[in-house]
């Protein structure tokens, strides 16, 4: 029973410091962008080389006329 009395006292100051970080660190702005490192770590810095639309469609008109040329051929 006498461990009470030197734990209570304990819990009570650690829940205080706890209270007190907690506002300290909303005071700081630690909460205020919550999802701003989540997805900037998603976030490729280099632009990723893929073709464009116009190019994909250049690319289709080109094979298909070398598909035209080489049937005109064989007939």
Do not use: C, H
Not at 17 to 44: C, H, K, P, T
């Amino acid at each position: 029973m006498e461990v009470i009395y030197g734990l209570l006292p304990g819990m009570l100051l650690l829940g205080i410091i706890g209270v007190g970080l907690f506002f300290w660190a909303v005071r700081s702005g630690q909460y205020d962008d919550m999802e701003g490192s989540a997805n900037r770590i998603l976030m490729d810095d280099d632009p990723v080389n893929t073709p464009t639309d116009t190019e994909v469609e250049k690319t289709e008109q080109t094979s298909n006329e070398v598909e035209r040329e080489q049937e005109r051929k064989q007939k």
